[in-house]
């Protein structure tokens, strides 16, 4: 059974870091692409960032470009978001998200149940 | 980047009947690259459709969906009860991945 499990959210002032983690189980973790998702309390969904197989593609949403780093450690089963300069409209529930396929940039089949992030002094 | 709008964004309907759900696209899609998410409340997204038509591992026939280019549907042919949720497109076509606003399917 596939699991992911999203850890790491909580309550940061603007300005600040926190990282998130996704542990992820049940499939070969190296054979995919992984993202994160977030989406605002009451809101639609936002991709925020995507990783390839190998680390070798990353995406970002121009939202958190210069801000947020993806990465994974295959090792591990691990998926990472490391945020700085958090602001009040990243507040969401993040979730962590399986590609179908190895390079990142398709559609998600399983999800996290999220973990929540509140930017906010 | 390319923008999703769905349409309506609310949709009152009872069990039984037959919803149709719209996403229309800022742009050509890609090789029809688009899916379909349902999210209840409290829950992660689940995924219903991909490459336009092509159901999910486990979904129910009742779901289908259609389109090319900039104009998709997700159609519910008889609503059951616990079809009443929130439905998401979302395009995989071009960089980045993009998401509609979504469609909430309500009880009349």
């Known amino acids: 059974e596939v699991q992911l499990v999203e850890s790491g959210g909580g309550l940061v002032q603007p300005g600040r870091s926190l990282r998130l983690s996704c542990a992820a189980s049940g499939f070969t973790f190296d054979d995919y692409a992984m993202h994160w998702v977030r989406q605002a309390p009451g809101k639609g969904l936002e991709w925020v960032s995507g990783?390839?197989?190998?680390?070798?593609?990353?995406g970002y949403a121009d939202s958190v470009k210069g801000r947020f780093t993806i990465s994974r450690d295959n090792a591990k089963n691990s998926l990472y978001l490391q945020m700085n300069s958090l602001r009040a409209e990243d507040t969401a529930l993040y979730y962590c998200?399986?590609?179908?396929?190895?390079?990142?940039?398709?559609?998600?089949?399983?999800w996290g149940q999220g973990t929540l992030v509140t930017v906010s002094s | 980047e390319i923008v999703l709008t769905q349409s309506p964004a609310t949709l009152s309907l009872s069990p039984g009947e037959r919803a149709t759900l719209s996403c229309g696209a800022s742009q050509s899609v890609s090789s029809s690259y688009l899916a379909w998410y349902q999210q209840k409340p409290g829950l992660a997204p689940r995924l219903l459709i991909y490459d336009a038509s092509s159901r999910a591992t486990g979904i129910p026939d009742r779901f289908s969906g259609s389109g090319s280019g900039t104009d998709f549907t997700l159609t519910i042919s008889r609503l059951e009860p616990e079809d009443f949720a929130v439905y998401y497109c979302?395009?995989?076509?071009?960089?980045?991945?993009?998401f509609g606003q979504g469609t909430k399917l309500e009880i009349k």
């Open positions: 998200a399986k590609d179908v396929a190895a390079a990142h940039g398709y559609y998600f089949d399983y």
């Open positions: 990783i390839s197989w190998n680390s070798g593609s990353i």
């Open positions: 979302q395009q995989y076509g071009s960089s980045p991945v993009t």
